[in-house]
């Protein structure tokens, strides 16, 4: 259990031999990076640090996104007596102690507490309902702290006294911020030495840490501290290094470049050419360069209609359930959803004939017929139509045999012509073979 960590000087209390993600842990509000979608100003959370009026909340999200950070953001500023403590070494009696303590400031100082509980998800329920008296009544106000979601790891009833704050991954530039802070930060980074990271490198810590920017500075440290230095005494970090320390190869995409529009058009031409190792393999370069999931999820689900269609109907549910998997489960577990998904749309048969007809029903009405309703199909739920010769000789399909029966639907200027041109693949040749059986489409 840790009271008060930082004592109002937290450069002091840093030593020398500290990870580099430690010492360059941000300091102020001002130095915080990323979360802006909650932190920036002007939003709630920092009007209440700002303030120093922060009641009871949880911060959750990935490891590396600076829930600690901007706990010991608040230590730092706030009047209040702040404790810390973690759910995994931590247990009743440490809560007990900071209780105790907690109604010792408010009733002989008027002093209010702050606990900051680090993977609070960690306890227990009855470790959780220990602290629920306390914060119901105001005597501690509790900061959580979870990868987990809390809706399903934390009690109810403690979860309804705390605001939840949600923290997302950072993006390449946040990171990339960063590692240059570190570099050149002559009192907690690197900048006393003569380093040279260069920009391939750089951009590749920022895109493997995959949004954690404890992992990039990790492995940014590592490469520091095990380059040996040039004839000129600087430490040169290259490409080589940067994927050696962080243990990942580079992979050559661009998100906004070529590379991208290339390799999304092979993985759907993988989909469409039924080669299922090839579409893995696209994808897996996708997820490996970062690629947004719910991006590969989309084009999976147009391919599922454009390039399936009704060769196999179940082709389009296991897209979505796919892309809903992305959204319900998230990376990288969702990989495994999207896996499943793309092997089903290549082994399957394939068809593009709903894509071709609906493109040539839009170009008739664009450019062919004029629209208009055949008197027999228009509206008669409404008085007089009956008068004005609404749907008088409609035939109601499901009054003849096998709910069929023959009777015009285009407009008077398309009778006879044919949008959609069933394949013989999958379930295309059952409903090729119904339209045929009813005259809809021409025996060959």
Same mark, same amino acid.
């Given at each position: 259990?840790?009271?008060?960590?930082?004592?109002?000087?937290?450069?002091?209390?840093?030593?020398?031999?500290?990870?580099?993600?430690? =010492?360059?842990?941000? =300091?102020?509000?001002? %130095?915080?990076?990323?979360?802006?979608?909650?932190?920036?100003?002007?939003?709630?959370?920092?009007?209440?640090?700002?303030?120093?009026?922060?009641?009871?909340?949880?911060?959750?999200?990935?490891?590396?996104?600076?829930?600690?950070?901007?706990?010991?953001?608040?230590?730092?500023?706030?009047?209040?007596?702040?404790?810390?403590?973690?759910?995994?070494?931590?247990?009743?009696?440490?809560?007990?102690?900071?209780?105790?303590?907690?109604?010792?400031?408010?009733?002989?100082?008027?002093?209010?507490? /702050?606990?900051?509980?680090?993977?609070?998800?960690?306890?227990?329920?009855?470790?959780?309902?220990?602290?629920?008296?306390?914060?119901?009544?105001?005597?501690?106000?509790?900061?959580?702290?979870?990868?987990?979601?809390?809706?399903?790891?934390?009690?109810?009833?403690?979860?309804?006294?705390?605001?939840?704050?949600?923290?997302?991954?950072?993006? $390449?530039?946040?990171?990339?911020?960063?590692?240059?802070?570190?570099?050149?930060?002559?009192? =907690?980074?690197?900048?006393?030495?003569?380093?040279?990271?260069?920009?391939?490198?750089?951009?590749?810590?920022? %895109?493997?840490?995959?949004?954690?920017?404890?992992?990039?500075?990790?492995?940014?440290?590592?490469?520091?501290? $095990?380059?040996?230095?040039?004839?000129?005494?600087? /430490?040169?970090?290259?490409?080589?290094?940067?994927? %050696?320390?962080?243990?990942? =190869?580079?992979?050559?995409?661009?998100?906004?470049?070529?590379?991208?529009?290339?390799?999304?058009?092979?993985?759907?031409?993988?989909?469409?050419?039924?080669?299922?190792?090839?579409?893995?393999?696209?994808?897996?370069?996708?997820?490996?360069?970062?690629?947004?999931?719910?991006?590969?999820?989309?084009?999976?689900?147009?391919?599922?209609?454009?390039?399936?269609?009704?060769?196999?109907? &179940?082709?389009?549910?296991?897209?979505?359930?796919?892309?809903?998997?992305?959204?319900?489960?998230?990376?990288?577990?969702?990989?495994?959803?999207?896996?499943?998904?793309?092997?089903?749309?290549?082994?399957?048969?394939?068809?593009?004939?709903?894509?071709?007809?609906?493109?040539?029903? /839009?170009?008739?009405?664009?450019?062919?017929?004029?629209?208009?309703?055949?008197?027999?199909?228009?509206?008669?739920?409404? $008085?007089?139509?009956?008068? &004005?010769?609404?749907?008088?000789?409609?035939?109601?399909?499901?009054?003849?045999?096998?709910?069929?029966?023959?009777?015009?639907?285009?407009?008077?200027?398309?009778?006879?012509?044919?949008?959609?041109?069933?394949? %013989?693949?999958?379930?295309?040749?059952? &409903?090729?073979?119904?339209?045929?059986?009813?005259?809809?489409?021409?025996?060959?």
């Amino acid at each position: 259990m840790q009271e008060n960590f930082f004592n109002r000087n937290y450069e002091g209390q840093i030593a020398d031999n500290a990870p580099l993600a430690v =010492r360059m842990r941000p =300091r102020t509000l001002e %130095e915080f990076v990323g979360q802006q979608h909650i932190i920036g100003k002007g939003k709630l959370l920092y009007r209440l640090i700002s303030a120093d009026k922060l009641s009871s909340v949880v911060f959750y999200g990935p490891p590396g996104t600076g829930k600690t950070s901007l706990a010991k953001i608040i230590a730092n500023r706030t009047n209040a007596a702040f404790y810390e403590l973690n759910a995994v070494t931590s247990g009743k009696k440490e809560i007990t102690e900071v209780l105790d303590k907690a109604k010792d400031n408010l009733g002989v100082y008027n002093k209010k507490s /702050i606990l900051f509980i680090d993977e609070l998800h960690r306890f227990n329920k009855a470790q959780q309902d220990a602290l629920l008296p306390s914060v119901e009544k105001g005597l501690i106000t509790l900061i959580g702290a979870t990868t987990e979601n809390p809706y399903f790891e934390i009690n109810s009833p403690l979860l309804s006294r705390s605001t939840i704050f949600e923290f997302e991954n950072l993006t $390449t530039e946040d990171i990339r911020r960063v590692i240059i802070r570190a570099i050149d930060d002559r009192e =907690r980074g690197y900048g006393v030495m003569k380093i040279k990271c260069d920009e391939d490198a750089l951009e590749h810590f920022a %895109e493997v840490a995959n949004g954690d920017v404890r992992r990039a500075l990790n492995a940014l440290e590592l490469g520091i501290l $095990t380059v040996d230095k040039d004839a000129a005494g600087i /430490i040169h970090i290259d490409l080589e290094t940067a994927q %050696e320390c962080i243990q990942q =190869r580079a992979v050559q995409y661009d998100k906004n470049g070529d590379n991208h529009y290339d390799t999304i058009s092979a993985f759907i031409k993988s989909i469409r050419g039924s080669d299922p190792d090839a579409a893995l393999y696209w994808m897996a370069k996708m997820i490996t360069a970062g690629e947004d999931p719910k991006f590969i999820a989309r084009r999976i689900v147009i391919s599922a209609s454009e390039d399936i269609g009704n060769a196999e109907p &179940m082709a389009l549910p296991v897209a979505m359930a796919a892309a809903d998997a992305v959204q319900f489960i998230g990376m990288p577990e969702a990989r495994i959803n999207l896996a499943q998904a793309v092997v089903f749309l290549a082994c399957a048969p394939k068809s593009n004939a709903s894509y071709l007809a609906v493109d040539a029903a /839009i170009a008739a009405v664009k450019h062919a017929s004029n629209s208009n309703v055949p008197p027999h199909l228009q509206d008669t739920h409404y $008085t007089g139509s009956k008068k &004005m010769g609404r749907g008088l000789t409609y035939q109601y399909p499901h009054n003849y045999p096998e709910h069929f029966v023959a009777q015009q639907y285009l407009p008077d200027d398309l009778v006879g012509t044919h949008f959609y041109e069933p394949t %013989e693949m999958g379930y295309e040749q059952k &409903m090729k073979d119904y339209l045929k059986k009813n005259e809809i489409i021409k025996n060959d």
